[in-house]
């Protein structure tokens, strides 16, 4: 009997040790205590393995271009559409955008096009998946191609591209290696967060492009790893992003390095012309062709938008049943706060829902490799900020989803923009709970337009199936105070202790 009553107890203590922690998003969860693990033994040591260069992207080995030609590429003329054989592009552009099957231009690329492919500067206004990298990097290849370079390849780049994130960055150097895959012109991505060596070692070789974030580029200019004063063609991709990140003064440097605004041809995007944003353009262009694509048509046209009329509880029985009842397989889901994004990953993972977090909490290799496991499939749903609000074009994405309404009605066309991308549909999701219901009518406003709004069905409040989450553990050993930063003023109650 004793020897009974010995195994009784574990499962006993182990029972009284699940602690009940309440709701969250409305659903009841408990923690579980965390496994005890044994000291695992000593390991031979090894060799350590070379880590892997897992970013910039570099010179892409270009394709064969062969004996294609146009006429394996046809697209019928239509009226009102502009096609990209109207612009006399070189044949291995064109052999490029037939792999890509982009048969007609969006409303920047026809507008802007027929300019800066005769040289001139262009300031066009337009939001992002409106098809603006397409239209800078064609007028580049079409302009180097046009103009081959004299001397031999060096570190010194013919063209620069400042954007004001790491993803945007990434996105159009990978746009650049497609578009240029039956040329010889070769990309190089530059930003921070990733080995330092391995981007300098890159830029040391061969380069043609350079795609840069303001500050990690200005520091490999400080240190003369790579000049600018061959810059031939200069773009600067969202503008108002890079005004509002302080990213300005790094940018108007980089700026003083280039050659004269007369000896150069400078391309300007920007999703709102601001008094700020326009005395740039001024500064930077000379006589340009300026262009607008209004954001209402982007946010309207391809993306069909819904508002659902929830309770902060119903939130996330809303978003589980969306999921799982629609089979959705690739979608993005926009918090305001990181500390909810956690929340909700966590949540929608306890249910296996493949799920990844996306913030600016999460380190850039981490977030390369998350990106490209959503881009892959791998990944189900992609709980993101803002972070990922722009400049993030992956194919494919049917809904967006606003866990929360942001504070900023631009936000919110930057959110859907997400999906209905390149004329393709998309829909957008968002929750608008008692907080959230405030933001609708400036979004609105914005929009020119009223927001469909209506009531979940029944079925899409069912209560998911409740979840038990580990219990987490922190790292500090038992025993020891935590290390009190600078600046800590002691309480009364402490300071009492020490003359005692």
């Not at 262009?122 to 007028?139: W, Y």
Request: proline share 6%; net charge positive; hydrophobic share 35%.
């Amino acid at each position: 009997m004793k020897k009974n009553v010995a195994q009784a107890q574990p499962a006993s203590q182990d029972k009284q040790s699940i602690v009940k922690i309440g709701p969250i998003f409305g659903l009841e969860v408990v923690m579980m205590p965390a496994k005890r693990h044994e000291p695992k033994k000593p390991r031979k040591k090894t060799p350590p393995k070379q880590a892997k260069k897992t970013a910039p992207i570099a010179k892409k080995p270009f394709k064969e271009h062969g004996n294609w030609q146009l006429a394996q590429f046809d697209v019928p003329a239509e009226e009102g559409k502009k096609r990209f054989h109207d612009f006399n592009l070189p044949d291995k552009v064109m052999h490029a955008i037939a792999d890509l099957d982009f048969k007609y231009c969006t409303p920047i690329q026809a507008a802007i096009l027929e300019h800066t492919l005769e040289g001139r500067d262009a300031s066009g206004r337009a939001q992002t998946g409106t098809g603006k990298s397409a239209a800078f990097l064609i007028t580049i290849l079409h302009n180097l191609l046009k103009k081959p370079r004299q001397t031999p390849k060096t570190s010194t780049p013919r063209s620069l591209i400042i954007a004001p994130t790491r993803e945007l960055v990434m996105q159009i150097c990978a746009d650049a290696l497609e578009l240029a895959a039956y040329t010889d012109i070769s990309t190089v991505a530059v930003y921070g967060g990733m080995d330092y060596q391995y981007q300098q070692d890159k830029l040391k070789g061969e380069v043609d492009i350079i795609v840069a974030t303001p500050g990690r580029l200005l520091d490999f200019n400080r240190k003369q790893v790579v000049s600018l004063r061959e810059v031939e063609i200069f773009v600067v991709d969202e503008a108002d992003r890079m005004l509002d990140m302080g990213f300005i003064p790094d940018v108007r440097q980089i700026v003083y390095s280039l050659p004269k605004k007369d000896n150069r041809q400078t391309l300007f995007f920007s999703a709102t012309l601001t008094p700020e944003v326009n005395h740039l353009a001024s500064q930077w262009t000379s006589d340009p062709e300026v262009v607008e694509i209004e954001p209402e048509k982007v946010a309207t046209e391809t993306v069909d938008q819904l508002v659902y009329m929830v309770t902060t509880e119903e939130k996330y029985f809303l978003l589980y049943n969306l999921i799982t009842n629609k089979k959705l397989d690739k979608v993005i889901v926009f918090c305001n706060r990181k500390v909810e994004t956690r929340k909700l990953t966590e949540m929608l993972k306890a249910h296996n829902i493949k799920c990844a977090l996306l913030s600016g909490d999460v380190e850039q290799r981490k977030r390369v490799t998350t990106l490209e496991n959503f881009k892959s499939g791998k990944i189900q749903v992609l709980v993101a900020t803002d972070v990922a609000g722009r400049g993030i074009h992956i194919d494919g994405i049917s809904h967006v989803v606003n866990f929360n309404l942001p504070y900023e009605a631009e936000d919110y066309v930057h959110r859907i923009g997400r999906t209905g991308r390149a004329g393709t549909m998309g829909t957008s999701v968002s929750f608008a709970c008692e907080e959230d219901s405030f933001y609708l009518p400036d979004i609105e406003e914005y929009l020119g337009e009223k927001l469909k709004c209506t009531y979940p069905d029944e079925e899409l409040l069912v209560e998911p199936p409740k979840v038990e989450l580990p219990k987490k553990t922190g790292n500090r050993p038992q025993g020891r105070r935590p290390a009190r930063g600078r600046g800590h003023k002691p309480t009364a109650k402490n300071t009492n202790r020490r003359k005692k």
